[in-house]
């Protein structure tokens, strides 16, 4: 089988990657440096250099593929940043058209179903919508929870005021380790079993921000540290001084703030999945390696 694998080098794309390798397939990773080529090439991946704004590009890359899994990478100073997200989805669906691929895994998330009010993810749901738009086209759209790995831009605060936060975590809600993520998609395209146009929601814990601050405080011997729930505009204060495009900035608060409703979660309530396997006790452990570097 010959696949088509989006994202580069990251947490979700290499481990998928290496695992379909490992199955005896026939690996493209598409990267927009050059000089992640080398690495590609060393897992045994051909390399595909170019951007996902050029369709021309996304559409030769595609042809002869069995299947292709999509992402829409991070933009850090996008003007309209879900419209950029959404660009990025009518590209992909314009590319699978034009070169015929017939199976398609893309990566969403939870809060897709929102077509405004939660940040970046209200961008996915066009991606959703744009690939949902194509004909005699197998499509699973992956809606995993919320990164542990997002937790690691707590660091920061944590060395600096002693305690986590966010406008969220009043009440649990789900989160996902990339490297599950990167299983299911693998299953999906090692399987090619789904049928039609459909959504598999991936999560492997659900905690509220005083059980994170419990979680992550014992791992970094850090006893009682505590999570503050700041108010939307303090977020987008933070945010902005921490460095981030106010555009991004904006979406992120409104992202939390869909969080903290829980509409982010309304249909994900709905249809609940069996939980993976690695924890937030597990990632602690991987926080703390980090924090302590």
Not at 84 to 112: E, M, Q, T
């Given at each position: 089988?010959?696949y088509v694998?989006?994202?580069s080098?990251?947490h979700i794309?290499k481990p ?5 390798i ?24 051909k390399?595909?250099?170019g ?5 021309q ?5 595609f042809k ?6 999509t992402?829409?990478?991070p933009?850090s100073n996008?003007?309209n ?8 989805g009518?590209?992909y669906?314009?590319?699978i058209?034009d070169a ?11 809060g ?8 970046p993810v ?9 690939l ?9 759209h992956l809606?995993?929870a919320?990164?542990y790995?997002?937790?690691?831009s707590q ?9 986590l ?9 789900p989160m996902v ?6 299983d299911a998609a693998?299953?999906?395209l090692l ?5 039609g146009?459909?959504i598999?929601y991936i999560?492997g ?8 601050a419990k979680?992550i405080?014992?791992?970094i011997n850090?006893p009682?540290l ?22 991004v900035?904006?979406n992120?608060t409104?992202?939390g703030?869909a969080?903290r409703?829980?509409?982010m979660?309304?249909?994900y309530?709905q249809?609940?999945p069996?939980?993976?396997?690695i ?10 390696q980090?924090?302590?570097?």
């Amino acid at each position: 089988m010959k696949y088509v694998v989006a994202g580069s080098l990251g947490h979700i794309s290499k481990p998928l990657s290496e695992k379909l390798i490992a199955n005896g397939h026939e690996v493209t990773i598409i990267t927009s440096k050059a000089g992640n080529e080398t690495a590609i090439k060393e897992l045994g991946a051909k390399a595909a250099v170019g951007s996902l704004e050029d369709v021309q590009f996304l559409s030769e890359t595609f042809k002869g593929a069995d299947a292709v899994y999509t992402m829409i990478p991070p933009n850090s100073n996008p003007a309209n940043w879900k419209e950029w997200i959404g660009s990025i989805g009518s590209n992909y669906a314009k590319a699978i058209k034009d070169a015929g691929v017939k199976h398609v895994v893309n990566l969403s998330s939870i809060g897709a179903h929102m077509p405004d009010g939660c940040g970046p993810v209200s961008g996915l749901y066009r991606v959703e919508r744009a690939l949902n738009a194509l004909e005699d086209v197998d499509v699973r759209h992956l809606r995993p929870a919320y990164f542990y790995h997002n937790l690691l831009s707590q660091a920061g605060i944590i060395k600096h005021a002693n305690i986590l936060g966010a406008n969220f975590g009043e009440n649990a809600f789900p989160m996902v380790h990339p490297a599950d993520i990167a299983d299911a998609a693998a299953e999906e395209l090692l399987n090619l079993s789904f049928t039609g146009h459909s959504i598999r929601y991936i999560v492997g814990d659900e905690k509220s921000g005083a059980d994170i601050a419990k979680v992550i405080g014992e791992a970094i011997n850090k006893p009682g540290l505590p999570w503050i729930v700041f108010s939307d505009g303090q977020s987008l204060e933070g945010a902005i001084q921490a460095g981030l495009n106010e555009e991004v900035a904006k979406n992120y608060t409104e992202m939390g703030s869909a969080i903290r409703s829980g509409e982010m979660s309304a249909e994900y309530n709905q249809n609940k999945p069996s939980f993976s396997k690695i924890k937030l006790a597990d990632f602690a452990k991987e926080f703390a390696q980090a924090f302590n570097s």
